[in-house]
């Protein structure tokens, strides 16, 4: 038996109106906002934040780590101090793509639970439910705003994994397509198409339940709409043109789709684990890093390669080659370990004997072809 909960949205262009509504019974509390560096918190913020309020801006440079989270917990924990507050936050807002949606996940957890982020990488490691938290996703694809975990990365571990739970779900999220208008083209590609590989990697897999099955067939229809240009669109020719898979109603499909497609996420296959190594080892975007690896499995994921192949020229977006050329035997090792380390995907696509299929040999072979 499987027990799914989509968290409930506000779906459609302007719904970050929602919000202000969405907090009145955490009113007169304070509520923490986590928001992307991208967005501003001068004169012209777009969020309706209050005095008495706590907001972060999130340095998306890189994409998060345990140490990211547990600095911000520890800088929020000192902020309070000087403000002459121990409440802890009502609610917390996390606004931005997956590094900040998780970081803002992540940072909840940490409010009740004790210890440090790296203590709850695995599978239901969190025991005490987080307060009200609610996801707004400015670039669609992750599925980070319906899915049950939050991904970080570990460098002293040599891994990137996430901190699976129930708990790991936000309680609301806020989908509105507006806010994705400003993401630069190939970013917005390779988050979208994050999307796509969960599908692929959960269609492929040995784990699966009809319920899931019914969202994922969506959600790959959608991606497929949008970027094999196929939305059924009601906008003006020339703005198509110009936008293609950024037009409005095409960043409204992928903002569904990104939605459904978390209910994947948990279930993925070789991709997720390859995209990981090249997280973990080279620091490489979560969602290029997936695009470069289902170029590189195209022995296990023949008919997915060729269609993503045609989604990717459709688009006319072109992917980087020679990234593990001239890398030493330490990177390589350093490469298989952080791939291999995630037994879970692995074994779902591969089954008990995936050792005897990733051979080290094998390992290193797929990375060279990237
Ligand atoms: P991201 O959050 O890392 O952001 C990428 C870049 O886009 C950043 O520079 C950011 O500043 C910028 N940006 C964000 N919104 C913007 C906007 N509206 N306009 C212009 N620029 C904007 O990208 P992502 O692909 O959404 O997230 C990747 C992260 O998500 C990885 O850490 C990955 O591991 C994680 N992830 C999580 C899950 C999950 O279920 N929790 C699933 C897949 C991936
Ligand atoms: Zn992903």
Not at 42 to 67: A, I, K, L, Q, W
Not at 112 to 134: C, H, R
Not at 275 to 302: F, I, K, M, Q
């Amino acid at each position: 038996m499987i027990s799914g909960s989509m968290p409930p949205y506000v779906f459609g262009s302007g719904a970050i109106r929602a919000l202000p509504d969405l907090l009145k019974k955490r009113r007169p509390g304070w509520v923490l906002w986590l928001v992307d560096h991208f967005f501003s918190f001068g004169s012209d913020c777009p969020f309706p934040v209050r005095s008495g309020d706590t907001m972060f801006s999130v340095d998306t440079t890189f994409e998060p780590t345990v140490e990211s989270v547990d600095a911000i917990v520890v800088s929020m924990r000192e902020k309070l101090v000087e403000h002459g507050t121990y409440d802890p936050p009502r609610a917390v807002v996390g606004i931005g793509g997956g590094s900040t949606m998780d970081t803002a996940k992540a940072v909840s957890i940490l409010l009740t639970n004790p210890g440090k982020a790296a203590d709850y990488q695995g599978w239901d490691l969190v025991k005490e439910p987080t307060v009200y938290k609610i996801g707004v996703p400015t670039i669609s694809g992750t599925g980070s705003e319906s899915s049950s975990t939050c991904v970080l990365t570990n460098h002293e571990k040599g891994l990137k994994l996430g901190m699976n739970s129930p708990f790991s779900r936000f309680d609301q999220v806020v989908l509105d397509p507006d806010l994705t208008a400003t993401v630069p083209r190939e970013q917005y590609f390779h988050s979208g198409m994050d999307t796509w590989c969960h599908c692929a990697e959960y269609t492929m897999g040995a784990d699966h339940d009809a319920m899931t099955d019914a969202l994922v067939q969506q959600a790959i229809n959608m991606c497929r709409g949008v970027f094999g240009g196929f939305v059924n669109h009601n906008e003006p020719d020339e703005d198509l043109a110009v936008r293609g898979m950024q037009c409005d109603s095409a960043r409204a499909s992928l903002m569904v789709a990104s939605y459904l497609g978390g209910s994947s996420a948990a279930r993925t296959g070789l991709i997720h684990p390859f995209s990981a190594g090249l997280g973990t080892v080279l620091g490489v975007r979560h969602g290029l890093a997936n695009c470069v690896a289902v170029e590189a499995l195209r022995d296990w994921y023949p008919a997915w390669r060729q269609s993503f192949h045609a989604l990717r020229e459709s688009c006319g977006i072109e992917l980087p080659t020679g990234l593990c050329d001239g890398l030493d035997y330490d990177q390589m090792e350093r490469l298989y370990q952080s791939t291999v380390i995630h037994e879970k995907p692995l074994r779902n696509a591969l089954g008990d004997g995936w050792r005897d299929v990733l051979t080290r040999e094998k390992v290193y072979e797929i990375f060279r072809r990237m």
